[in-house]
C-alpha cells in the first residue's frame, strides 16, 4: 500500500490473487512432486517455506512510491504481472483436472510442476529488466507545476457527518485572487498562533491517518467490518464444506469443483482490484459499492445452492468463488484510502478476523450440527459421523446465508451513502489526493 499508493487497487487484488491459487500449487507439489507423501508436505511447511520466507525476506522493503498517475512503465509492469498471474491461474486449473483425470507418467508431472514453477517466477522478470535497463529520469520544469492544496481541515468540527464539500478548496497559485491568498494566510498564522487550535477540537477525519484506536470509534469502521463478515463469513461456509456440499447433491469428484471455486476465487480477486481502481478514478465510485453487488449475487447463489440440484452445482460455485474473492480485493484498498496507512497492518488484520468468526458462527455451529442432524435422521442408530446425502443437508444453512448477504447488502447502501462525499474529496481530479499531505504542503 505504501509503495504504490496510486494503484492500491491493484495491488490488493494481485497480492490476495497469489494467495488464492497458492492452495492449489501446494495441491499439485503434494501430488507430483511429493508423490502424495505426507511426511514429506510437512517437511516443506517446516523447512521449506521458512527458507524461502528469509530468503526473500530481503527484497520485500518500502521504498520511494512514484506519485506519477501518467507513469506508463508502472501501468505495463502491473498489466505484465495480471496477464503472467491469469496465465498461471488457466495453467493450474487445467493441470489439476488433467492429473485428476489422467493418469500422468512421472516424467510429465515433472515437466508440469517446471512450468507451474516457471509461472509463478515470471513476474521477477520486471525487476531483472528494471535493473538491466534502468528508466532514466526525466527532468521537470519546476516552475510549470501549479499545485493545489486543500484547505478542508478548516471545515467544521463535526469529522463524522460533515464531509469537505468540493467547492470549499482554494488555490494557491501566482496570480490568483489576493483576498483568498491572504484569507489562507491568515488563518494558517492564527492556527500557528493559538488562536484557531484545530487539533484539540477533533482528531483526524476520514481520508486521513487514523491510529487504529481512533479507528475503533467510527462508526464506518463497523459498518465496514459488518459489511465484510457478511461476505466472507458466508463464503466461507462454502469453501469449508465444499467437498461435502458436492457429495450432498451427487458430484463424484469434489476436486474439480474445489479446483474451479479456487480459481474463481483467485479471477474475484484479480477483477475486484483493479475494477474498482478504474472506477473509483474515473467516476469516483466507492469501492464497497462492489462489494454490495457481489452480495447480490451471492443472495441468489445461495439460493441456488439450496435447491440441491446436480446441474447447477458448477455454475453456482462459479459465481460464489468470483464473489468471494471481489470482497478481499475491495476491503484492502477501502481500509487504506478511508483511515489511512499509519497503522493499516492492525486494522487490516483486524478485519481478518471475519474468517474465523464466520468460519465458528456459520460453518461451526450452523453448517455442522445441521449437517450432523441431518446424517442422523438418514442413519438411525449410528454412533459415528456419517455422510449426509440430500438437498435438505444444507439447505437451511444456504437459506440462512442468503438472509445474511441481504442485510449485508442493506448495511452496504447506508456504507457506501456514508463515505461516498470522501471518495468525492479523495478522487476528485482522478487522482488520489491525500487531504493531511495537501495541508502540509499548504
Not at 500500500?1 to 507439489?29: D, H, Q, W
Not at 511429493?34 to 527458507?51: C, E, K
Not at 458462527?361 to 446425502?389: M, N, R, W
Request: net charge neutral; charged share 15%.
Amino acid at each position: 500500500m505504501r509503495n504504490f499508493p496510486l494503484s492500491r487497487g491493484t495491488v490488493a487484488g494481485l497480492i490476495k490473487g497469489y494467495v488464492a491459487v497458492s492452495a492449489v500449487v501446494y495441491t499439485e507439489t503434494f501430488n507430483g512432486v511429493l508423490q502424495n507423501s505426507p511426511t514429506n508436505l510437512l517437511l516443506l511447511l517446516a523447512l521449506g517455506i521458512p527458507t524461502a520466507c528469509i530468503l526473500v525476506m530481503y527484497f520485500v522493503r518500502p521504498c520511494t512510491p512514484s506519485l506519477d498517475e501518467d507513469n506508463a512503465a508502472e501501468h505495463s509492469h502491473f498489466m505484465f504481472t495480471q496477464i503472467s498471474s491469469v496465465v498461471l491461474g488457466v495453467y493450474l486449473m487445467v493441470a489439476t483436472i488433467l492429473g485428476d483425470t489422467l493418469k500422468l507418467s512421472s516424467t510429465i508431472t515433472y515437466l508440469l510442476f517446471g512450468i507451474m514453477i516457471l509461472l509463478l517466477l515470471a513476474p521477477l522478470a520486471i525487476p531483472i529488466k528494471m535493473t538491466l535497463y534502468p528508466n532514466k529520469p526525466k527532468r521537470e520544469n519546476a516552475s510549470t507545476l501549479t499545485p493545489s492544496y486543500s484547505t478542508d481541515s478548516l471545515s467544521g468540527p463535526d469529522q463524522e457527518n460533515s464531509e469537505p464539500l468540493l467547492g470549499s478548496t482554494s488555490t494557491f497559485v501566482t496570480g490568483t485572487n489576493d483576498y483568498d491568498e491572504a484569507t489562507d494566510v491568515d488563518l494558517l498564522l492564527a492556527e500557528g498562533e493559538g488562536a484557531v487550535n484545530l487539533k484539540k477540537k477533533r482528531g483526524p477525519r476520514r481520508g486521513d491517518d487514523f491510529t487504529f484506536r481512533e479507528a475503533l470509534v467510527k462508526a464506518d469502521f463497523w459498518l465496514l467490518f459488518i459489511v465484510y463478515f457478511c461476505g466472507v463469513g458466508t463464503g466461507v461456509t462454502v469453501l469449508n464444506n465444499l467437498a461435502q456440499i458436492g457429495m450432498a447433491v451427487g458430484a463424484d469428484d469434489t476436486t474439480i469443483l474445489l479446483c474451479l471455486f479456487g480459481f474463481c476465487n483467485f479471477v474475484g480477486r484479480i477483477l475486484g482490484g483493479s475494477v474498482s481502481e478504474y472506477f473509483v478514478r474515473s467516476r469516483m465510485l466507492p469501492r464497497p459499492f462492489w462489494m454490495m453487488c457481489t452480495q447480490i449475487i451471492m443472495a441468489i447463489t445461495f439460493l441456488l445452492f439450496a435447491t440441491g440440484l446436480h446441474s447447477l452445482i458448477f455454475v453456482s460455485t462459479t459465481l460464489l468463488g468470483i464473489c468471494y474473492g471481489v470482497q478481499f480485493a475491495v476491503m484492502i484498498p477501502t481500509v487504506s484510502e478511508l483511515f489511512g496507512l499509519k497503522d493499516f497492518g492492525l486494522m487490516y488484520n483486524f478485519m481478518l478476523l471475519v474468517n474465523p468468526l464466520g468460519a465458528f458462527f456459520f460453518s461451526v455451529l450452523l453448517a455442522g450440527y445441521i449437517y450432523d442432524k441431518e446424517a442422523a435422521k438418514q442413519h438411525p442408530g449410528v454412533l459415528e459421523s456419517s455422510t449426509c446425502l440430500g438437498p435438505d443437508c444444507f439447505r437451511l444453512t444456504f437459506y440462512v446465508c442468503a438472509i445474511v448477504c441481504c442485510c449485508g447488502t442493506l448495511v452496504s447502501v447506508l456504507f457506501i451513502a456514508r463515505i461516498k462525499p470522501v471518495y468525492q474529496m479523495l478522487y476528485a481530479s482522478g487522482s488520489f489526493r491525500h487531504p493531511r499531505s495537501q495541508q502540509q504542503l499548504h
